[in-house]
């Protein structure tokens, strides 16, 4: 009897307490969704049966329908908020950006040291370490490495050579692979001749047990940071931590041992590392942490984004003409696939822009609140601990911006073009301080990749792939659910 009275009594608790959160943006004059327990405005995070930039996009689009600048949302009990208007999304990013300068993601740099790295870390601890690694991603650094990118373009070249039909995901995998092991750690993998190394096979598992799994533990880090410092919930199991903080710390003990240095990412770590500047100097696992990222956003994205862009090639081969007489010619000029050519390639960066767009690796963007905030020109507000969503793929298919969306059309960012739009409805890397610190090293080496490619091989569809793709709904990152397969006729 007394159980069932504890039992009673907690449910009508937990009621009153979902149904008071749930009235949040009432009370903050913020129009809102209605929410339902126990999940709030959100899919089952357990079930997932829709894309989440897709679901997102129903909302974007139904509610600016409404005339709706920004809608209110709750993940569980948790509120959460979305701006639609660019000029709310311009404000949060960047004018008002001492409101919203964290994530809100989550990071143990304790129990779980590889989290607490650039894209999860806060406040003061993210300015510091943002400034120390600012001066190795810009273009002198790049251009240091791109002897690298050339040098793995072309063993993918080889590869897919001797492959027909790819699929191109799998095999650009290994192509940014072979990358980031080279300039992020300093190994030469070889991911075609050895697609089951160490290293790749430890990449490919931070994808299925890092990005992909512990829906649980995700969820509660997402819901409620402070319970799972707590708890001391690990989103990176054991095994993958040990790997990686032995790679480095190998690989940083050869090189100060026997006086190597390389032109790469990881050297410019260790010289960090060793700043006589307290305020520069880096730990071994600030290291670890910084080289891990790297790899998450150097690997997926990368590959993703270059899979993406030849599956639309494919589709388009008028694109894909256009685009290779480019590279014939300016290739021609330089007499080789330089640094300077890559950087003349104009109509190469507008085919990537559209890639981008139509399949941005980041759906949504994070945010939180750190104080209160009133929104301009309305008496709304949004609470401090309140987590942001910036809608970047409903913003990237809105057809006020970019006209029939889903068509492929390169010539949207010409410069003609791009100056007529509002500079925060095309966010793939983000905007303000908090934008991705490698995006010109994630671009450089898609490039790269597709150069090398291009001027080998004609991309056409294979019959196991579509005019259209499903992506699959377990993933945050925009994949293709059953691969892109293509054919590569050899030129």
Known sequence: MLLLLVFSVSIVVV???????????????????????????????????????HRIQKYYTNFKAKGWNHVGLYFFSSPSYLPIHPDYIRNIMSKHFRYFTDRGTYANEKGD?????????????????RKKLTPTFTSGKIKLMFPTLVRCSETLVKAIGKS???????????????????????????SFANPDSEFRRYGKSVFTTV????????????????????????????????????LVHDTVSYRETNALNRRDFMQILIDLKNSKSDDDRLSIEEMAANTFVFFLAGFETSSTTMAFCLYEL???????????QEISAIVKKHQAVTYEAVTEMKYLCQVLDETLRKYP???????????????????????KGTRIYIPVFALHHDPEYFPNPEEFVPARFSDENSIQRHPYVYLPFGEGPRICIGARFGLMQAKV?????????????????GSSLQFDPTNLIPTAKNGIWLNAREL
Not at 113 to 129: I, T, V, Y
Not at 361 to 383: F, M
């Open 113 to 129: 040291p590889l989290s607490a790295h650039l894209f999860n870390l806060e406040g003061e601890k993210w300015g510091k370490l």
């Open 449 to 465: 990749g597709l150069i090398a490619l291009l001027r080998k091989f004609a991309f056409r569809l294979h019959e196991k792939t």
């Open 361 to 383: 690796p980041a759906p949504l963007i994070p945010r939180v609140c750190i104080e209160d905030y009133q929104i301009p020109g309305s008496d709304a507000t949004i609470g």
């Open 314 to 324: 494919a589709k388009n081969p008028t694109i894909q003409d256009t685009l290779r």
């Open 15 to 53: 009621y009153v307490y979902f149904k008071w959160n749930f009235t949040y943006w009432k009370r903050r004059k913020v129009p809102f969704i209605n929410p339902s327990i126990p999940f709030g405005t959100a899919e089952n995070p357990f079930a997932r049966k829709e894309y989440i930039g």
């Open 164 to 190: 027909n039909p790819i699929e191109a995901k799998e095999l650009l995998g290994c192509f940014t692979t072979d990358v980031i092991g080279s300039c992020a750690f300093g190994v030469e993998c070889d």
């Open 211 to 246: 990005i992909k799994g512990q829906t649980l533990a995700s969820a509660i880090a997402m819901v409620n940071p402070g319970l799972a410092q707590w708890l001391n919930i690990k989103l990176i199991p054991n095994h993958i931590t040990q790997f990686f903080m032995k």
